[in-house]
Nanobody, 127 residues
């Protein structure tokens, strides 16, 4: 029923840019906060960014501030992550997720807030 599908990942050199997209179906997109998580080999899943249902609040993890931009197009049921000035440490599988309600955390994004998840798209940043 509910489906989230990421696209746009790939291989890019350090300093380059990529735009990730997350297309959704089967949910009332405009009622959900949307987020991006990433997981690198040997590391825990990390919340990268979220945007509330109407775009009124946005969060970025410190390591991507000033480089990444999260946006959404509610008319297209689509979430985006524009990634600029990419670094090798950005290499990870990136996952799109949808949250009907966001729960607070002093450390950032709580994965348990997110009800639906995509399959992931790989981002690899080379030197």
């Amino acid at each position: 029923q509910v489906q989230l599908v990421e696209s746009g990942g790939g291989l890019v050199q350090a300093g380059g840019s990529l735009t990730l997209s997350c297309t959704t179906s089967g949910l009332s997109f405009g009622e959900y906060a949307m987020g991006w998580f990433r997981q690198a080999p040997g590391k825990e899943r990390e919340g990268v960014s979220y945007i509330t249902s109407r775009g009124g609040a946005i969060y970025y993890v410190d390591s991507v501030k000033g480089r990444f931009t999260i946006t959404r197009d509610n008319a297209k049921n689509t979430l985006y992550l524009q990634m600029n000035s990419l670094k090798p440490e950005d290499t990870a599988m990136y996952y799109c997720a949808a949250a009907r309600w966001l729960y607070s955390s002093g450390s950032g994004m709580l994965a348990r807030s997110f009800d639906y998840w995509g399959q992931g798209t790989q981002v690899t940043v080379s030197l």
